[in-house]
């Protein structure tokens, strides 16, 4: 199926631990995104790479560090965890400007 | 940053009732998105509009691109249970580059069989 992927859907670890999540879409769109949802569902952009350049850099943490090793993948690692981080991480891409497509979305868990 | 407002925040409606949305702005959008998010989903592009006036239609949903650029609306119409969710609205800030989407609150529908 053609679409946005990410892994793991849940994630669950403690305080201070490193962990990344990763998203793949084989859509052959050109960008990619990160975004963060909170318990409140407020969608909040963190970074975008096109063609594995970063264009979108947001007030986030240097703590978190995208990471695109081609044009159909971008990941996302943390590094020293806290309870803040808890939320759900979104993967996108667009194949032009404004028209994002979505993944299913990672909720990290920490405690 | 850039603030969208939607209204109502939420909505309890009669399974077969119109259901009405808005999204404001104090800047003026080139772009007007909209999206629903089903529960423990990601969001899913159901509408864009690039121009003022524009009104877009997708099976029961119809967009519309306010004329002053500041607003846009979501209708649909005779709402069936699958509707339930959240529907954000969405655009690029005046201020941002042009990949750049800032969202709106949303508003989650409940729909009542």
């Known amino acids: 199926d053609t679409a946005v992927s990410q892994t793991p859907k849940y994630l669950v670890t403690q305080m201070g631990n490193d962990k990344s999540i990763k998203c793949e879409q084989n859509?052959?769109?050109?960008?990619m995104y990160w975004y963060k949802q909170d318990s409140k569902k407020f969608l909040k952009i963190m970074f975008s790479y096109n063609n594995k350049e970063l264009i979108i850099n947001e007030t986030v943490p240097n703590r978190f560090s995208p990471k695109s090793p081609d044009k159909a993948h971008l990941n996302l690692h943390i590094n020293s965890l806290e309870l803040g981080d808890s939320a759900v991480y979104f993967c996108a891409s667009s194949p032009a400007p404004y028209e994002q497509y979505f993944g299913p979305g990672t909720r990290l868990t920490v405690t | 940053g850039q603030q969208l407002n939607q209204s109502p925040q939420s909505m309890f409606i009669q399974e077969g009732e119109d259901v009405s949305m808005n999204c404001t702005s104090s800047s003026i959008f080139n772009t007007w998105l909209w999206y629903k998010q089903d529960p423990g989903e990601g969001p899913v592009l159901l509408i864009a509009l690039y121009k003022a006036g524009e009104l877009t239609s997708n099976g029961r949903l119809t967009a519309q691109f306010g004329i002053t650029r500041k607003d846009s609306f979501l209708n649909i119409s005779a709402s069936i249970p699958s509707d339930v969710g959240i529907y954000f609205c969405a655009g690029p800030p005046p201020w941002a580059g042009s990949y750049q989407l800032t969202f709106g609150k949303g508003t989650k529908l409940s729909v009542i069989p």
């Open positions: 859509l052959g769109h050109d960008t």
